[in-house]
Every structure is written in structure tokens, then in C-alpha cells.
Nanobody, 123 residues
């Protein structure tokens, strides 16, 4: 079992930047694909980004390509999401997720989830 804890959320103006962190414990971090999703009330959970176990491959949702960067540090058991050029429509709860096996973008295929961190982008 792996536990995930997100940090780094907050309020930012449009055009600004934030970096989220997701720290894992209770498992072998390097054996998990890590991903970020976001959730807005009344809407489906949206795939944001994912990174392979080694960090050599990254994947992004269309709405964040070119603005967000996912990375990981296996020595620190931590995944990151660097968010630049933020827009009001990026406002959501951002959740970190982990799964064994290969990358997928569907939230139902991720076994482990953090509690989420709120990002609010003001216009």
C-alpha cells in the first residue's frame, strides 16, 4: 500500500506559476506510474499529466500541454507538477495518483490517491 500526500496548492493570479508536490510513503516509489488529475465539482475527473516509473516518458492532457511539466525524483519519493501560464479554467482540486504497470490516462485505473490540493486561479 502506498500513501500519497500533495502539497503546494493555493491562490494565484492568471499568468502565474505554482509547483505541486506529491510525496509517497509505504511502497517502492520507483515501481509506480505517477499521475496528476484535477476535479471540478459537477464535472468528471480530468487527466492532467503522467510520468513513467523511470521518469523517461511523460504524458499530458491537451488542455495543459506546453504549460505544465510533470517530473519525479525517485530518491525523494516525490512527483512534481510545475504549472506555468495558469488560467482561471485551471481552477480545480488537483489529485496525485499512482498505479503499477504501464501508463494510462483513465482515473479508474489508478489504485492510490492523495487527498487533493486546491488550486484557484484568479482573473
Amino acid at each position: 500500500q502506498v500513501q500519497l500526500v500533495e502539497s503546494g496548492g493555493g491562490l494565484v493570479q492568471a499568468g502565474g506559476s505554482l509547483r505541486l508536490s506529491c510525496t509517497a510513503s509505504g511502497g517502492t516509489f520507483s515501481t509506480y506510474v505517477m499521475a496528476w488529475f484535477r476535479q471540478v465539482p459537477g464535472k468528471e475527473r480530468e487527466f492532467v499529466a503522467a510520468i513513467s516509473r523511470s521518469g523517461g516518458n511523460t504524458y499530458y492532457g491537451d488542455s495543459v500541454k506546453g504549460r505544465f511539466t510533470i517530473s519525479r525524483d525517485n530518491a525523494k519519493n516525490t512527483a512534481y507538477l510545475q504549472m506555468n501560464s495558469l488560467k482561471p479554467e485551471d481552477t480545480a482540486v488537483y489529485l496525485c495518483a499512482a498505479r503499477r504497470g504501464l501508463y494510462v490516462s483513465t482515473s479508474l485505473d489508478y489504485n492510490y490517491w492523495g487527498q487533493g490540493t486546491q488550486i484557484t486561479v484568479s482573473s
